[in-house]
């Protein structure tokens, strides 16, 4: 089957904006992550979904960023009033066993400028 | 405070020879450990992971050591080919969460 996809590739938005990306898990996989990866830095952990449990947001940096899951399936993470520290590339996974190895996607290139 | 390290931000190596990758964590409760690799412009891929009940695994020319008195793990690539040039991710496993160290970028010089 297919790996997890993400849209759009690249985004580019003016500061104040929102923003919505979208995640496509591997069918089948419970466990659904998003993290977000700014220049030179590794991969900081923002919100996770596991199967119908409340998500673990401990990672979300303020209150403009949310995300929902919805039927188990699809992922979005929305950005309110987009600020220029928010430009990163944001990053999709999944996995079938929580804990263990994460599939990701390609990632999300947002650019606020 | 950062829980898992990498305290190499770059690493070049010969073709040929052995490429080593060394990652440090400070959480004891940690309980499996992988690494990953990145090539620009994609995701993050899994390369190879170790539970906290051994001290080696073993895939191919990759192989994982850890070091659970000194919480240290290392990846070592042997022989290092130039299709190995990537930015390579350290992660600890913990409360069904992964944390990421802040990656080594490894040149392999042909």
């Known amino acids: 089957g297919a790996g997890v996809s993400q849209s759009p590739s690249n985004k580019v938005t003016e500061k104040g904006k929102d923003v919505e990306l979208r995640c496509d898990p591997i069918?089948?996989?419970?466990?659904l992550y998003w993290y977000r990866q700014s220049l030179g830095q590794g991969l900081e952990f923002l919100i996770y979904f596991q199967g119908n449990s409340a998500p673990d947001k401990s990672g979300l940096p303020s209150d403009r960023f949310s995300a929902e899951r919805t039927g188990g399936s699809v992922s979005t993470l929305t950005i309110q009033r987009t600020q220029q520290e928010d430009s990163a590339v944001y990053l999709c996974?999944?996995?079938?066993?929580?804990?263990?190895?994460?599939?990701f996607g390609p990632g999300t290139r947002l650019t606020v400028l | 405070d950062q829980q898992v390290k990498q305290n190499s931000p770059s690493l070049s190596v010969q073709e040929g020879r052995i490429s080593i990758l060394n990652c440090d964590y400070t959480n004891s409760m940690f309980d499996y450990f992988l690494w990953y690799k990145k090539y620009p412009a994609e995701g993050p891929t899994f390369l190879i992971s170790i539970s906290s009940i051994k001290d080696k695994n073993e895939d191919g020319r990759f192989t994982v050591f850890l070091n659970k008195s000194a919480k240290h793990l290392s990846l070592h690539i042997v022989p290092s080919q130039p299709g190995d040039s990537a930015v390579y991710f350290c992660?600890?496993?913990?409360?069904?969460?992964?944390?990421f160290g802040t990656g080594t970028r490894l040149t392999i010089i042909p």
């Open positions: 996974a999944s996995t079938a066993f929580p804990g263990e190895a994460q599939y």
């Open positions: 069918s089948g996989h419970t466990a």
């Open positions: 992660a600890a496993s913990g409360n069904e969460k992964l944390t």
